[in-house]
């Protein structure tokens, strides 16, 4: 399976700055995934992201807020702007793998940001 | 829309007892379903998974089947390690155009020595 680089691991920021996270895959992949895992709770899609189209947002997420970039088929970034602390969470990229009718998810180890 | 609906936890047991934690799903088509581990401090990790009815997913001594008629996915173990303590994810694919995962309220899972 697919192996995901996701960094930084951890970050605590300042209120109103803004954390880019990076994705890097060790192969192509088509659908590339951003998910927030607030503490506590379970994981909620952010947004799609497909190389060579604007990312697909969830209802509650916009472009703005969370701005995300695809430029190949190996990487991605998803930026969390103007933060504050209710924007403490982990982070998480997944990638769709599939072969055939076979097909799973991968994710990155995450990113645990503190906005203080 | 999709969901899907996990045992509420936590669940607290003794090494070597036996593990059953509950999940079902709503889904308008054929659904492929998994079950995610999430260590203290680490990422997710795919446990197992099923992609059509009357298949069982296994790993690591852990075991689902995929249930149609009573859209179920209920994850078992015979017996639980103190290593197994963390938390479970019951996760379902739609294979139509969503194609993103759509989690359970996830489990968490303490095995007492």
Known sequence: SAVISQKPSRDICQRGTSLTIQCQVDSQVTMMFWYRQQPGQSLTLIATANQGSEATYESGFVIDKFPISRPNLTFSTLTVSNMSPEDSSIYLCSVEERAGENYGYTFGSGTRLTVV | ?113
Request: proline share 4%; charged share 20%; glycine share 10%.
């Open chain 2, 1 to 113: 829309g999709d969901s899907v609906t996990q045992m509420e936890g936590p669940v607290t047991l003794s090494e070597e007892a036996c593990l059953t934690i509950n999940c079902t799903y709503t889904a308008t088509g054929y659904p492929s379903l998994f079950w995610y581990v999430q260590y203290p401090g680490e990422g997710l990790q795919l446990l197992l998974k099923a992609t059509k009815a009357d298949d069982k997913g296994s790993n690591k001594g852990f075991e689902a089947t995929y249930r149609k008629e009573t859209t179920s996915f209920h994850l078992e173990k015979g017996s639980v390690q103190v290593s197994d303590s963390a938390v479970y994810f019951c996760a379902l694919s739609d294979r139509g155009s969503a194609r993103q995962l759509t989690f359970g309220s996830g489990t968490q899972l303490t095995v007492l020595p």
